[in-house]
């Protein structure tokens, strides 16, 4: 038993010796696996909005066809540009706040609520340059940091975000609501996180886990 087993073992280690044996390989990444998940989000539970675009867009077809059609023609001069798939995350405190973003809620959470957007782009090229358009997508966009300057909040850029070159980061606060996002480009995705009434610490660990899934 004793010879058996030492041939069992210089078998496998001849293996193992091989170049990329026993290695696995990495499966390449997608919105949906780069995006928030749930060990991001402590405390929070995923809504039922969260998604694939197309399955976002079916919901919205059925339920508000006013958004459906703005939506779809959004995503279909990101797809023109370039874009390939994109995945929508919702997590909130309660289950109320989950249905402050579907179609017949109010829009206004009241125990927390962390929303990202993750686009792929068929090339790192395309992603940057569509970052710096600034287009709009699922109502992330823009107008999104214009309210922050609105509202006199704090906006970072750059590589001091933590984020990559291409980032911008901020914060703000109206009467009874606190706002973080966070926007960025990295290799093939544009990545979008909105946080409302949660702690800026909170939007900004999702944002680096998030970020660190990208390669």
């Known amino acids: 038993m004793g010879r058996v087993?030492?041939?069992?073992?210089?078998a496998v280690t001849a293996v193992a010796c091989q170049p990329g044996a026993l290695t696995a390989t990495a499966k390449p990444a997608t919105p949906e696996s780069i995006s928030i998940q749930p060990g991001d989000v402590s405390g929070l539970q995923r809504c039922s909005a969260s998604g694939d675009v197309a399955?976002?867009?079916r919901n919205e077809k059925a339920q508000n066809p006013l958004a459906y059609d703005l939506d779809a023609t959004e995503w279909e001069q990101w797809r023109f540009q370039g874009a390939s798939d994109a995945y929508l995350a919702v997590y909130g405190r309660t289950s109320a706040d989950c249905d402050a973003v579907s179609n017949s809620g109010t829009g206004a959470p009241t125990g927390g609520l962390m929303v990202g957007l993750i686009v792929q782009f068929k090339t790192e090229a395309i992603a940057a340059r569509t970052y710096g358009s600034n287009s709009t997508l699922l109502g992330f966009g823009p107008r999104d940091i214009a309210f922050i300057r609105l509202v006199g909040g704090s906006l970072m850029t750059g590589s001091d975000t933590g984020l990559g070159p291409r980032?911008?980061?901020g914060s703000g606060t109206v009467p009874g609501s606190t706002y973080d996002l966070a926007f960025w480009q990295n290799k093939l995705f544009n990545s979008f996180l909105i946080a409302y009434d949660l702690p800026s610490t909170d939007a900004q660990v999702a944002a680096n886990d998030v970020n660190h899934r990208i390669r």
Do not use: D, E, P
């Open 5 to 10: 087993f030492l041939v069992f073992v210089f």
């Open 55 to 57: 399955a976002v867009l």
């Open 167 to 169: 980032s911008v980061i």
